[in-house]
């Protein structure tokens, strides 16, 4: 007589039900951030473009000193510095400008030179899908002992503010530390409400690279190496800050 098999009930109370649904969310759960996370890579990995965008251009010089020294010229000529550093590590680099322009004349919405400026500025990041962008500008204060670089980036952003400790960190290392020999000063990052750091869809920031009112400062804003000093400083920051988004060095 054939024998029928054996068949297993197995009765699951409420607590067992229970811890049953934590471990198949949990599962469900992993395998989601995995291919978030592998997909995500997978964009930093296939796009090598940064934008660079030289604050000011054209009728506007931005702030300036005494002498005539503009904001504008120091800060596209650290941007292309800047370039070149990047480029060296194949990187693919698109500048909002690489001449003293302005940009208002690339927006046609209609508003002010100064808001059709910023407008151009903000599509051409966001229209070129870049890994991040930085905005170079100088700053200026009423208080002639204000010195430093700052780094700005949009409260809300967590990417912006770990590009900014990066930038900042290689600052300190490189400007400071190393290049100025100076351990009284540091790199500050700042949250703010900039638009050309609301309006971007990319992770970006804005580094102000010295006082031009103060004397130390802007007696650096006119030596060549320090501005390629500058230039390396941020370059390393942002491979830093790269480095922890699936894209590593060169």
């Known amino acids: 007589m054939k024998r029928k098999p054996k068949v297993y009930i197995i009765k699951l109370n409420r607590k067992m039900l229970i811890l049953l649904t934590i471990i ?35 009728i506007d010089g ?36 690489e001449k003293d322009q302005s ?23 966001n229209e070129n899908d870049p890994l991040t962008f930085i905005s170079i500008h100088v700053n200026s204060s009423k208080k002639s002992r204000a010195r430093g670089i700052k780094i700005y980036y949009y409260p809300t952003s967590s990417e912006g503010k770990e590009l900014a400790e990066s930038i900042c960190e290689s600052i300190n290392i490189n400007i400071y530390e190393k290049y100025l020999k100076d351990n009284t000063l540091e790199a500050e990052i700042i949250p703010e409400d900039y638009f050309i750091l609301r309006e971007t869809e990319f992770p970006g920031v804005l580094v102000e690279i010295g006082f031009i009112t103060n004397p130390e400062d802007n007696r650096l804003l006119k030596d060549e190496r320090y501005k390629t000093k500058v230039a390396f400083a941020i370059k390393k920051g942002i491979m830093e800050y790269l480095s922890g988004h699936g894209q590593g060095d060169g």
């Open 24 to 58: 198949v969310l949990f599962i469900i759960g992993a395998i989601i951030f995995k291919e978030f996370k592998v997909s995500r890579i997978f964009k930093y990995q296939s796009n090598r473009t940064i934008v660079i965008d030289p604050g000011h251009g054209g």
């Open 62 to 97: 931005g702030t300036s000193d005494k002498e005539g020294l503009l904001e504008k010229d120091i800060n596209l000529d650290v941007g292309l510095k800047l370039k070149k550093e990047l480029l060296v590590e194949g990187f693919k680099v698109i500048m909002t400008r």
């Open 103 to 125: 940009l208002e004349e690339f927006s046609n919405i209609n508003s002010s030179r100064y808001r059709r400026d910023l407008n151009a500025r903000k599509t051409i990041i």
